[in-house]
């Protein structure tokens, strides 16, 4: 932080993230987080279309963050575990395989996947009803397809 470089720690070498990630997702995301009111965690799991005006850009979510993680994840689900693993994450006993992250500090997100089989693989990622309180519903999507990005890198370094 002495030169506010944001560094992406799943790069071996160090490298700088995309000038244009930083720039256009991940200041304005860390920005908002710094005036969320933070909250106590509810444990109850929600779907984006239950957060505040999640309803009106679930379609979007559904194809930016939920559909990339049951395209990567849906033929192997332990890959997702290892892939959270990797990240620092805990395994869950939903689903085929499940397990939840710390996105930020206070809003864990929870992937759940059933895997592929005649009807094709399925996914989730469900937020604590608390999020809401520390980012906008339009960022709590960001931080979900973020985590999804950072999900698919990890299985790049695990294998």
Known sequence: MEDSTIIDNLDPFAQKLSEALVVKLIVPLLTHYTMGIPSALTGQLIKFKDLPGGYAYEVAFINRAVKPLEQVFGENPARLAEAVEFL????LSLGDCSAEIS???????????????????????????????FLPTEDLAVLGELAVLRLIEATKKTY
Request: proline share 3%; net charge negative; glycine share 18%.
């Open 103 to 133: 996105a930020l500090h206070g809003i864990p997100l929870t992937f759940i996947l059933y895997g592929s089989d005649e009807f094709g693989a399925s996914a989730n990622i469900l937020y604590d009803a608390s999020a809401s309180g």
């Open 88 to 91: 620092g994450g805990r395994r």
